[in-house]
Nanobody
Framework: QVQLVESGGGLVQAGGSLRLSCVASGGIFSINTMGWYRQAPGKQRELVAAMDRGAWTNYAESVKGRFTISSDNAKNAVYLQMNSLKPEDTAVYYC??????????????WGQGTQVTVSS
């Protein structure tokens, strides 16, 4: 069973930056896709960014040019660098992973979520 633990959320002013981290454990050698989703109050959970071991990446239009997803296979980690943050980026951010190559579809494993709040 894969466990995902996120960290790095917090409160930041508009225009600021945050870096989210997600470390995977348990059955990690079969993970091929990792990504980040977010859910704001009253809204559906949405894809923010995803990547796979084939170097495929995908970003939501609203974050392109501001957010960057990356990974460190040696640390079994995936990161989300968030720059030029806007109040509309406020949400709970979830790490997501799967053994399959999903090309933007959510995987089976989820972290507990980390809150990101951007003040205006």
């Amino acid at each position: 069973q894969v466990q995902l633990v996120e960290s790095g959320g917090g409160l930041v002013q508009a225009g600021g930056s945050l870096r989210l981290s997600c470390v995977a454990s348990g059955g990690i050698f079969s993970i091929n896709t990792m990504g980040w989703y977010r859910q704001a109050p009253g809204k559906q959970r949405e894809l923010v960014a995803a990547m796979d071991r084939g170097a495929w990446t995908n970003y939501a239009e609203s974050v392109k040019g501001r957010f960057t997803i990356s990974s460190d296979n040696a640390k079994n980690a995936v990161y989300l660098q968030m720059n030029s943050l806007k109040p509309e980026d406020t949400a709970v951010y979830y790490c997501n992973a799967d053994r399959r190559y999903l090309y933007g579809r959510p995987g089976d494993y989820w972290g507990q979520g980390t809150q990101v709040t951007v003040s205006s």
